[in-house]
């Protein structure tokens, strides 16, 4: 650790110690990331639902609407994977100029057809720069922050990064219907104007190799439990934002449901980063996905019971504080189990579990709603994450050690 710090000082020329309070945005580097962060997140937000409608307009049909959405998403988790590789060898700030310049400039791609085939194409042109975005971000968050305070940082990035969300996906709707779908466009372009500040703040913020780390089983074998509990938390997210407006008998309380769900998701990833840095996000794991288990029982008995209905909102409220603190924690986590030149395939992986259990929980949960009925998707969900937990516990138990707790928050 303190190595850790001699590194940071010397190279950003600051002095931090443990435990120092100097505010994170001050730091070299971390309020340019954080620019990057909103720009890129707002251009997605914006974009996620009104680039369907756009489809639409142009006369696509609702399921080839759908694809649009579909389209992007897939582009990114594949996209991810790569990553690593562009951020070898161009650089961290260079590769993510590039994915800015995809992600912006899609934008601007989407004025000149409304027409399927080119709104397509422009979506799985985006997702790749989205890809880029996010595997960056996360990647010179960990390089970044301070030793000893990696939770604080991923809360305040967890917060820049909710923002967009909770305000952009209903405002780009609302702009596209009233004033025009190319001041939404315009809106999402706004990635173009961060390629300069990511060039400028990033630039000293490199992996430690020059080479590609592979996806070895090593890796895989560090990161593994803390991807496989941010994948089935998801999974239970992406249900309940996908079917929650279509179950049956809650009425408006659907509504207020999934606005405390993002509100809690955001403050929950927010305010548990200094107790991550304190406490080790492994021996806060389980907690968190215990949170994650009660909320979504909330929702099973609200959607199996009538007279339970009200539970909905209370249900939303938990499972998003676990929702939101298990991102924290388990991006802590993968980010302080590897050594710097392997933050960017730790990076591809945890948001690759991130994209893709949010697209499993839509898919899987239509289907087994469509078999039994929506509390038991939701309950189904729920025990997912309790096996999870319940493995998690098990295992901790068994390689709990003094290594283990001394070296929870340090960037190795």
Do not use: K
């Not at 950003?12 to 620019?35: E, H, N, Q």
């Not at 690593?84 to 590769?95: C, D, E, F, K, Y």
């Not at 590039?98 to 791609?109: R, T």
């Not at 397509?120 to 985006?126: K, Q």
Request: charged residues 10%.
């Amino acid at each position: 650790m303190v190595a850790g710090r001699t590194r940071f000082s010397a190279v950003y020329g600051v002095s931090v110690t443990r435990g120092g309070r100097d505010a994170l945005w001050r730091l070299p580097g971390m309020a340019g990331l954080l620019v990057v962060t909103l720009c890129g997140f707002t251009s997605y937000a914006v974009e996620i639902t009104t680039a369907p409608l756009w489809a639409a307009r142009g006369g696509a049909g609702a399921g080839q609407a759908g694809l649009v959405t579909g389209l992007l998403m897939l582009a990114t988790v594949c996209a991810q994977l790569t990553v690593p590789a562009q951020i070898a060898r161009v650089g961290l700030n260079g590769a993510m100029a590039v994915g800015l310049g995809f992600l912006g400039g899609g934008s601007l791609l989407y004025l000149l057809s409304d027409s399927l085939a080119p709104v397509l194409v422009t979506s799985a042109v985006r997702g790749i720069g989205f890809a880029t975005l996010t595997v960056g971000c996360a990647t010179a968050l960990a390089q970044l922050a301070p030793p000893g305070r990696l939770g604080e940082a991923a809360g305040l990035y967890g917060l820049v990064v909710a923002l967009p969300n909770v305000l952009g996906l209903p405002a780009g709707v609302w702009l596209a219907e009233h004033v025009g779908f190319p001041v939404v466009f315009a809106i999402g372009a706004a990635p173009l104007l961060a390629i300069p500040v990511a060039l400028r703040s990033l630039q000293r913020v490199g992996t430690g190799r020059r080479q590609a780390a592979g996806y070895d089983r090593a890796l895989v074998r560090r990161i593994g439990a803390p991807s496989l509990a941010l994948f089935v938390v998801t999974i239970a997210g992406g249900a309940l934002m996908t079917f929650l407006p279509l179950t049956p008998g809650l009425g408006g309380l659907v509504s207020l449901s999934l606005l405390v769900f993002g509100i809690t998701g955001a403050l929950g990833r927010w305010r548990v980063g200094t107790l991550v840095d304190r406490i080790g996000p492994d021996r806060l794991a389980v907690p968190f996905l215990a949170t994650a288990v009660l909320g979504m029982l909330c929702v099973a008995a609200a959607a199996h019971w009538g007279s339970l209905a009200w539970l909905v909102v209370p249900g939303g409220l938990v499972a998003g504080i676990g929702y939101g603190a298990i991102q924290n924690s388990t991006l802590v986590a993968v980010m302080t189990r590897v050594p710097n030149h392997q933050q960017p395939a730790a990076s591809a992986l945890w948001n690759g579990a991130f994209d893709l259990g949010t697209g499993v929980g839509g898919a899987a949960a239509g289907v087994l709603i469509g078999a039994t009925t929506f509390g038991a998707g939701y309950a189904a969900s729920a025990g997912l994450i309790l096996l999870v937990a319940l493995v998690l516990a098990w295992t901790a138990r068994r390689r709990r050690g003094p290594a283990q707790t001394s070296s929870a928050s340090t960037i190795r």
